[in-house]
């Protein structure tokens, strides 16, 4: 490898409306290129993000809306900006923020960045083990670094490229160009994929697919971040010996963006389902699904009955959810077991007069009729309850919206009864909802009760902490 030294470096900061670059934007930008130690070019602007900004990143930057408000667009200093950083390592402190803004801000204007990046917070920790702290403050005050005016773009570029000369000079060419290596070391990637395969990644919500040889798909995964799960898969430190086959099938890689988390949840185990990837084993369709039921025999007593065919319309009859008849029988055992439930009762025993539990004195007599019909019926209640379907909590079809940050598109999942009806995109589409629902042209026949999502939609819309937007419309 090259002496990275050697190389051309691009230090740059950015001042920002805020901390997020899906929704916030760039308004200053400052940077200087250095090659051989030498600074051989320098270039700072302010930006108009076409949004206001917040007083305290007016406090915090001293920049204000009057002072951005004549000027450039991001989109008119791009090809400069581009062109500075052409072939250059990107040098900034807490680099992912700056990088991904910069990658959010041309990504918007649909032109596509990549480049090798270099953290100083990595590096000084690196270099320096002893201390804890690393940000510009601590740096400037350990080293006693010139400082340029801090929370300015050109004034913390000109902090950082002191730290750097400051680590050259102290710790040694060797040493640095050693850890810059280790730094700038990029994953393994499969010998048949391209190089740049991962800069055309978006850090954004979505689903991936590994193709193989002929095509056959090896593996369908999800992402709140499709950049760096991909990414992860090609890591030097593979959890297990089957990934590791995986990745030297692949040869090719594709993506779907999706809105939000649960767009991107929904797509993976549909595909998952449809498509049989073959090394993806959680998510895959079932044939047949076990269920209970209670229900009173001639005396009273609440009896188990297996079900293998779920009706969405009555799901809070219904008690559990299992892939096969064993794992259902499983439960019921532990649940006889540990609340000393009939097994006769439960289903688990066949015979005549006192069942085997009852024999073992772990039965209170139900099944000989000894124990009080009421008290037995309130038992099994309580023992089964927590196995309880979820009733679906809404009069009719709901549309779970999500919003993509990086594009603005909505994405609206159509849901009815905790059945997956479908995805639509964008409002003009909601408002034809009804040919979605069941019945309606577009719908989708294949739409019915599964387990999984089941599961996942109990999860995203009981729960207070998703705050999904609802919208109810049929």
């Keep these: 490898m090259a002496e990275l030294l050697d190389q051309v470096f691009v230090f740059i900061d950015l001042e920002t409306t805020g901390g997020s670059p899906p929704g916030d934007r760039i308004i200053e930008i400052g940077l200087k290129k250095v090659q051989d130690g030498n ?29 951005v408000q004549q000027a450039p667009l991001f989109s008119t200093v791009a090809d400069t900006l581009k062109e500075k950083l052409h072939g250059a390592i990107f040098v900034a402190h807490n680099a992912r923020f700056d990088y991904s803004f910069v990658k959010s801000e041309f990504r918007r204007i649909n032109m596509a960045f990549s480049a090798k990046v270099l953290c100083t917070v990595k590096l000084s920790r690196r270099l320096y083990p002893q201390y804890i702290k690393h940000s510009m403050d601590a740096l400037i005050e350990r080293h006693s670094l ?49 190089e740049d395969v991962l800069d055309e990644l978006p850090q954004s919500h979505g689903v991936y697919r590994f193709y193989g040889e002929n095509e056959v798909l090896l593996y369908v995964g999800k992402a709140n971040n499709l950049y760096q799960r991909v990414m992860s898969h090609f890591s030097s430190d593979h959890t297990s010996a089957k990934e590791v ?18 767009g991107a949840l929904l797509l993976e185990s549909q595909q998952i389902k449809q498509l049989k990837p073959i090394h993806n084993q959680r998510l895959r369709a079932v044939n047949t699904l076990s269920t209970f039921t209670l229900d009173p025999n001639e005396q009273g007593y609440l009896t188990v009955k297996s079900v293998d065919t779920v009706n969405p319309e009555r799901l809070d009859d219904y008690y559990g959810l299992f892939r096969t008849p064993n794992s259902a029988e499983k439960a019921l055992q532990g649940i006889s077991a540990s609340n000393e439930l009939c097994a006769r009762m439960i289903g688990l025993d066949k015979g005549q007069g006192g069942c085997f539990q009852y024999q073992l004195g772990r039965c209170k007599g139900a099944c000989v009729g000894e124990e009080d019909v009421t008290r037995y019926n309130l038992r099994a209640q309580i023992a089964f309850h927590t196995l309880r379907l979820k009733r679906w909590p809404y009069d009719g079809v709901i549309a779970v919206q999500e919003r993509n940050d990086f594009t603005g598109k909505a994405e609206f999942h159509l849901i009815h009864n905790w059945v997956h009806l479908g995805t639509i995109h964008g409002k003009a589409q909601l408002q034809q909802a009804q040919e979605y629902l069941p019945g309606g042209q577009c719908s989708d026949s294949k739409a019915h009760f599964e387990m999984d999502n089941y599961k996942l939609m109990v999860k995203y819309l009981l729960s207070p902490k998703y705050r999904l937007k609802i919208i109810e419309v049929g």
Aim: aromatic content about 8%; hydrophobic content about 35%; charged content about 25%.
């Design 39 to 67: 600074v051989i070019d320098e270039w700072q602007t302010l930006v108009n993000p076409q949004k206001s900004i917040p007083p305290f990143i007016e406090h915090y930057t001293g920049i204000n809306n009057e002072m």
């Design 245 to 262: 086959r995986m990745s030297q099938r692949i040869r090719r890689l594709e993506w779907t963006e999706t809105a939000g988390e649960l």
């Design 146 to 194: 010139s400082a340029g005016p801090r929370h300015r773009a050109m004034g913390d570029v000109d902090s950082m490229l002191a730290f750097f000369r400051h680590a050259v000079s102290e710790q040694g060419y060797e040493a640095v160009n050693t850890e810059l290596k280790k730094i700038l070391q990029r994953p393994s990637l499969p010998s048949y994929l391209p």
